[in-house]
């Protein structure tokens, strides 16, 4: 496939018709699901923790258990989950693998009251603060994770066609888009398909690890678009599903600029 034309001319679409929405960072949940450092120490490492231009933000207003986030002025977001524990990707991706919306909510329930995490802190305060995550849009600017490191408002766009980087597999025009974790692209074949052979670890080409990098460089978990695609047997699966979010409009391979346009703000 050739390079997207986003790529190849070095451009950006521009929407005439733009829908965006000021979000402010989530300090407490950052900071509980960062092992809870100081201050001082997310403020040495802002970084680390903040929202860059360009990032996919998540609204997480909306708890998963019993935890209730409260309603405030702006909505509840995050983008950066670079210490998210291994054992909570897991419960993640068997989270959104159910392909139907009874199994989906059954795992809902059972994420929260599992009894083992428990034994192992960051896991189990994790589990417990575990939101329900929605797409919100795509950040214009900067936001830091802490308030002593700067602004933690920030400006989404939640709808209008944007210029995005594209995730682990190509995109095509007309298709619907979905976000997903970084570390789910294992779950899915070549074209984004469950149920098929597995997407097995890659290797990127220099100027494909350049463009994913650009994203958040000290980010090493986020969450990116793919194309929605019918499962390897033509069935569709409940938890890809709910997170569609745009619709692509030029489409590129992996890892290369496409063009979508968000529908956040009608979904």
Known sequence: MLAS?????????????????????HERLMSL???????????????????????????????LGKTCTPTEAYPSVMSNFTSMHPEVQQKIIEWYSKKTPVEFFMCYNEIYEDKQAAMHRIPANQLKTLPFFRAQGYALGRAEAHMRSGDTVFSVMIG????VTNGHFPMRPGQMVQWYFEFEN?????????NGHTYADITLKRADKRALDEINAESTCRALPKPYVLGIDGSENYGDKIRIFAKCICGGPAFQKVDIMMMTQSL
């Open 5 to 25: 034309l986003g790529s190849a001319t070095h451009t950006r679409v521009d929407s005439a018709a733009k829908h965006i929405r000021q979000c402010k960072i």
């Open 33 to 63: 699901w960062h092992g809870d450092p100081d201050p001082e120490a997310m403020h040495r490492q802002k970084n680390r923790y903040a929202t860059v231009k360009d990032d996919l933000v998540l609204n997480v207003n909306e708890s």
């Open 160 to 163: 209008g066609q944007m210029t």
């Open 186 to 194: 294992v779950k899915f074949d070549k074209d984004g398909r469950r």
